[in-house]
């Protein structure tokens, strides 16, 4: 058997890759052996004595698959949990993301003058102290909020023209006590 490491390690660097990778023509190892500079180990490689082999490939086509399938839900089941249901989705880092959805609905709402700032504070002070589960009880809230004070304001308008009205009234009847008193 003839040792061919200065071989391998010259063709190694001349095609530029690593030792492995290199097919040495096992018919050949006479011819080969008498290479011992990089020119002659070039004449090889162009000979096809000396050839570099592909790299094995390593496909993820399955990890790819697997990962679509984690992404819709599976494997996660029971059996694949590992660490306790805080560790693995922790209680705060739901409340931060909830919050920050909430505020920003609330900036959003300010912002596009559909909530002014009185009640833009009452709803953020609400968030805050955990009244709203989600954005949709927050936006329901925030429509009920708005219906309330329109409403009110509806009454308030009426109430205020009724006021008027018994005023004016009060004063005609008034006008006529007069006009009577000062006939008799």
């Given amino acids: 058997m003839v040792c061919l490491r ?3 390690r010259l063709a190694a660097s001349v095609l530029g890759c690593g030792k492995k990778r290199l097919w ?17 180990i070039r004449k090889l490689i162009k000979d096809g004595i000396i050839i570099r082999r592909n790299t094995t490939i390593h496909s993820r086509a399955r990890a790819r698959a697997f990962h679509e399938a984690r992404a819709k839900g599976r494997h996660s089941g029971h059996g694949k949990r590992r660490g306790a249901k805080e560790a693995r989705m922790p209680r705060k880092v739901l409340w931060v993301r909830r919050q920050r959805v909430l505020r920003r609905l609330l900036r959003k709402y300010r912002t596009q003058k559909k909530i002014d700032k009185h009640q833009y504070h009452k709803f953020y002070i609400g968030s805050k102290g955990n009244q709203f589960k989600n954005k949709k009880v927050l936006i329901e809230a925030i429509h009920k909020s708005k219906s309330e004070k329109i ?12 006021r008027q ?18 006939n008799l």
């Fill in 165 to 182: 009205k018994n005023a004016e009234l009060r004063k005609r009847k008034q006008a006529k006590r007069q006009l009577f008193g000062e």
């Fill in 6 to 8: 200065l071989q391998k």
């Fill in 24 to 40: 040495l023509d096992p018919n050949e190892p006479s011819e080969i052996s008498l290479a011992n500079s990089r020119m002659s």
């Fill in 151 to 162: 409403r009110a304001e509806k009454l308030a308008q009426q109430q205020e023209a009724r």
